[in-house]
């Protein structure tokens, strides 16, 4: 059996690597190089407010804060909260039940 090449087991890995990545997109994230804090950091304030699942998450620009805030749809049985985290200084500006009709 012939030991694969380095150039293509780089490849491979370069093409699992950026399918991953994608995988991990969210609404909003061309905005993130103006976020001073990561949706990383950003989840972990949102589930510290309302412990959860996070269901949907998003980048956005909004009024209030900053105006960039990451948005968390969290549910916890059959509560679906939002909570929004601003994206510069990392407080919780909204953490209130997903309303009827939710956006």
């Known amino acids: ?61 909004e009024r209030g804060g900053s105006g960039l805030r990451y948005s968390f749809d969290i549910r916890r049985g059959k509560v679906t909260q939002e909570v929004g985290v601003d994206a510069v200084s990392g407080k919780v500006l909204e953490n209130a039940p997903e309303g009827p009709n939710p956006d």
């Not at 991953?20 to 990383?40: D, M």
């Not at 989840?43 to 309302?50: G, T």
């Open 1 to 61: 059996m012939k030991p694969i090449s380095p150039k293509l087991l780089m490849l491979v890995a370069g093409i699992a690597l950026a399918t991953v990545t994608a995988a991990y997109a969210y609404p909003g994230q061309e905005l993130a190089p103006a976020a001073k804090i990561s949706i990383g950091q950003a989840r972990s304030i949102a589930l510290h407010a309302f412990p959860g699942k996070i269901v949907s998450e998003e980048l956005e620009q």
